[in-house]
């Protein structure tokens, strides 16, 4: 805006008084001209900018700050979306690490906060761009699969279990495996409600922890 103005002031000027003609052209049109670009450039920074940190919001306010998995009001409201939508057809995946409260007391909270992340980053790594894939509370993580039957769901399910299963978790001071019960269940018209939906996947995974842990229940 400086150079800018420098310009147009010498313009003002040049009608009073009669100015060489290199400062008109240096001056005038040069200024006028690397300052107008300026002025666009700076503001195509402050845009990127303003996007930058609404970004950043956003990703605050939905996603969890520890395993950077969505939040469980997230999850939440975009299923109640998808419910309102004319023919909604997913699978919900309720996940509850197997005996987790004894690697925070063998190792110590930092070392269960680490493999909260890694199991987060584990799940994320297999899972479609449409999946939504939330935390749901403590060592309890929830999975939307959209445009899927329940048969392929219990076999998605089936692939992540086995697949932390087999999978060491290295920490600077731990090295260990971890196993995942899951409870599977469809969207029916019959149970429409989102709280009904998550009650039925949370029973299934009740009954896998009742039935040894480490395993799918989707019936």
Known sequence: ??????????DALDELFEFPKIITIVIEDIFQIIGLLMIVYGITLWLKKQETQKNALVKLATTDPLTGAYTRRFFT?????????EKPRFCILLFDIDHFKKINDQYGHN???LALVQFSALMEKSLRESDLFARWGGEAFILLLPHIALSSATEKAEQLRQKLADTVIQLPDASFTMTVSIGVVEFNPVTPKLETLID???QRLYKAKQQGRNQVVSS
């Open 1 to 10: 805006f400086s150079i800018l103005f420098t310009a147009i002031y010498i």
């Open 200 to 202: 039925i996947a949370d």
């Open 111 to 113: 070392v269960g906060d």
């Open 77 to 85: 409201d975009k299923v109640k979306e998808i419910l309102q939508s």
